[in-house]
């Protein structure tokens, strides 16, 4: 445990001291690599001088440092002059609807996945099998933003179920039952999108895992003692499939939330960390984008920490490091 601690805390300050020393690196005023020189152009001397001073940019970069983990600590990320607000209420106005769309899709497409992968490894071979190995392996092929596209053009153009854009309807006043079904009607197709796009891997592993798992003598044992199919194929032999499509849900959180997210997000017009990461990089805004890395960085390694106390927790054969 201390040892897995100790892990993520260094993790954690490697990020930390690069999110500091990559602007400072620029072969270029400070100033311009942190806020970019269209911003920067914009700014008065007073401006100029104020930010300077507040960042510590004429102060050893020693100095700078401890002063970049003092504003860290009080919540201060920077100010987005494009959002004209602080970096961190821009954030926090985009993270919920990821962590909505994105935790959503991998609980769902864990569960499909894994009973399916389950289902398909205890019938390897047969009909069901080999129709759900054949449909999984091909839509694994398609990049997010393509199911997106053919979702949102049958689906949402064609005809016209789902709105084409947004997280929900903007100035309808909705509020309470009919907030949360507007909601939900807009996230129907992203969330479906993400859900074909992962739901192949925690099936594809499943399979497999349960495949080798019913070769173990422990499972031959449990049907000599005249344990329910059933409950061989779920409790015993399902249980030990799972273990490896936890640590890869972990794993696929952290790519999901910069990668899937944001191509499905833009297809979309969805407001969370997907679309503020492609505006920004469009628009410049340097603080904006240093900060959501940032976040979604914590958000990433905080996320892996659980997934890894869940992985001990469902194997009692794994031991903290002592």
């Known amino acids: ?74 919540g201060d990320l920077g100010y987005s002059f494009y959002h004209n607000a602080p970096v961190l209420r821009v954030v926090l106005s985009y993270l919920p609807w990821t962590l909505l769309l994105m935790g959503t ?24 099998d080999k129709v759900m190995l054949v449909g999984m392996m091909s839509s694994s092929g398609f ?17 016209g179920l789902f709105p084409l854009q947004g ?10 039952i009919y907030l949360f079904l507007d909601v939900l009607k807009h996230l129907a197709l992203p969330l479906a999108t993400l859900i074909v796009v992962f739901i192949s891997g925690s099936y594809l592993l499943t399979r497999n895992t349960m495949i080798t798992t019913l070769r173990e003598p422990f499972i031959l044992t449990a049907k000599a003692k005249g344990i329910t199919d059933r409950k ?13 499509v936890v640590t890869q849900t972990g794993i696929r959180f952290g790519t ?11 297809v979309f017009s969805y407001p ?17 984008l240093q900060g959501s890395l940032f976040v979604v960085t914590i958000l990433v390694l905080t996320v892996n920490f659980a997934v890894d106390r869940l ?12």
């Open 1 to 74: 445990m201390k040892i897995n601690v100790v892990n993520y805390g260094i993790a954690f300050l490697i990020i930390l001291f690069l999110n500091f020393l990559l602007p400072r690196l620029i072969p270029s005023d400070p100033l311009m690599a942190i806020y970019g020189e269209e911003t920067l152009l914009q700014m008065t001397p007073e401006l100029k001088a104020h930010l300077v001073q507040s960042l510590g940019l004429d102060k050893p970069l020693w100095k700078q440092f401890f002063i970049y983990l003092l504003t860290l600590f009080k």
């Open 105 to 128: 899709s991998l609980i769902l497409s864990t569960i499909f996945g894994v009973i399916l992968g389950i289902e398909s490894g205890w019938r390897r071979g047969r009909t069901f």
């Open 143 to 159: 990049p997010s933003f393509f199911v997106g596209i053919l979702f949102l053009l049958i689906f949402g153009v064609t005809l």
């Open 167 to 176: 997280a929900k309807t903007a100035y309808s006043g909705l509020s309470g």
């Open 232 to 244: 061989v194929r779920y409790k015993h032999a399902g249980r030990n499939s799972m273990l490896p």
């Open 256 to 266: 999901g939330i910069i990668t899937g997210a944001l191509f499905v997000e833009i």
């Open 272 to 288: 969370g960390m997907g679309s503020l990461i492609y505006n920004s990089l469009v628009m410049r805004d340097y603080p904006v």
């Open 311 to 322: 992985y001990r927790k469902l194997d009692p054969r794994v031991r903290d490091e002592r």
